[in-house]
Every structure is written in C-alpha cells, then in structure tokens.
T-cell receptor, first 116, second 110 residues
Framework: DTAVSQTPKYLVTQMGNDKSIKCEQN?????MYWYKQDSKKFLKIMFS???????INETVPNRFSPKSPDKAHLNLHINSLELGDSAVYFC???????????????FGPGTRLTVL | GEDVEQSLFLSVREGDSSVINCTYT??????LYWYKQEPGAGLQLLTY?????DMKQDQRLTVLLNKKDKHLSLRIADTQTGDSAIYFC??????????FGSGTRLSIRP
C-alpha cells in the first residue's frame, strides 16, 4: 500500500552511462515532481508534471528528461551521467488545485545515485 | 524572489525544547509546512499552518507564524532521541510549487 514508490533505491553507475529512475504513486494525485537532494541536503525542484504535461522545468541540464506515461507515473531519464549528478533523487506527488494544508506533496523514499 | 532560509544545525539536550526557525520571502504563500527527514528516508509532512493563523499546536509540536516578519518557527517540546532528523521548512507558491528551505539538522545530546 505504498503511496509513492521509486525504483531503484540505489543506483551505482559509470560516468557517461544513461540511466532511468522510475516513480509511481497510487494516491490518485495528478501532479508529480522530481527533486534533487545534494550531499549538503539541499533540496531543489527539477520538474513538475500535471496531468502528464510539464508545468515546472527549473534550470536543469537537458541531459535530464522526464517522462510521464500517465498521471500515476513520472520517470526520470538521465543521459551521459556526470560525477556532479551524484545525489539522492526524490519523487513526490500532490493533488493539484488551490493549495490546502493537507494537499501537500507526498514524497517517495528516494533513489541514491552514485556516479563513479 | 522565492527563498526560504533556515539555520543548518541545532543541538539540544534530551528533554529540553527545540526551536527551529525559518524565514521566507513570498508574502503570498497560503500555507507553510514543516517536513521531517530521517536518515535514509524521504520527507514526511509533520505539520502545516495556514497563513491567516499565527499559532498551531499539535501534541508536542507548536508552530508560530509571524506573517509581518515572514518568520516561521517549529517548537518541539520534551525533545527525544527519535526527534533527531533534518527538519525542512517549506512555503507554497501558487497551485503547484512548494519551495523548501535548506533543512536544519537537529541532534540530541544525552
């Protein structure tokens, strides 16, 4: 009955490789997000999709390409991985519309990406 | 611009109260949040406050909001070792975006 799940939990890969991280939510939310948390624990939003459409795209290299096949899934594909991509990537989801206290974002457990 | 600031570290003795502070810049925020992140885990919503309130209490947690100064605080009474975590302040911007602070790492001394 996991609300927001991500796979894999850990990902270790070589520089230059291409990898994907998957995210699924079973909360019936229509907005999903990807965040990057660096080694200092700073959390930065990368992308947001609402009903499969991109609505937030922060300054992220175009090696990062999100894909939302349906409202319940938002995958993140990363091409030509670099050392600086090493971080924990969190997926989150939310019910869109006027912000209400409990309609906040629910986070997945994170994917720790290590680029060697 | 949109910015949320917090101090990075706080150390308190077990049984004392912890107070974590946060300042934000967007005066149009409708909701402000506190999230907790335990080691190796994602963020979990702890509590939130609507912008027209100045205080909210939830068991050991007290949230104070000073909208004039754009200052938010989280007080944890009778801090326990299980409260060790990183606490993130966040503000809602519009319908879809939430901006997070840098997180405050709370450590508990015996």
């Amino acid at each position: 009955d996991t609300a927001v799940s991500q796979t894999p939990k850990y990902l270790v890969t070589q520089m230059g490789n291409d990898k994907s991280i998957k995210c699924e939510q079973n909360l019936g939310h229509d907005t999903m997000y990807w965040y990057k948390q660096d080694s200092k624990k700073f959390l930065k939003i990368m992308f947001s999709y609402n009903n499969k459409e991109l609505i937030i795209n922060e300054t992220v290299p175009n090696r990062f390409s999100p894909k939302s096949p349906d409202k319940a899934h938002l995958n993140l594909h990363i091409n030509s991985l670099e050392l600086g991509d090493s971080a924990v990537y969190f997926c989150a989801s939310r019910k869109s519309g006027r912000a209400r206290g409990t309609d906040t974002q629910y986070f997945g457990p994170g994917t720790r990406l290590t680029v060697l | 611009g949109e910015d949320v600031e917090q101090s990075l570290f706080l150390s308190v003795r077990e049984g004392d109260s912890s107070v974590i502070n946060c300042t934000y810049t967007d005066s149009s925020s409708t909701y402000l949040y506190w999230y907790k992140q335990e080691p190796g885990a994602g963020l979990q919503l702890l509590t939130y406050i609507f912008s027209n309130m100045d205080m909210k209490q939830d068991q050991r947690l007290t949230v104070l909001l000073n909208k004039k100064d754009k200052h938010l605080s989280l007080r944890i009474a009778d801090t326990q070792t299980g409260d060790s975590a990183i606490y993130f302040c966040a503000e809602s911007i519009g319908a879809s975006k939430i901006i997070f602070g840098s997180g405050t790492r709370l450590s508990i001394r015996p």
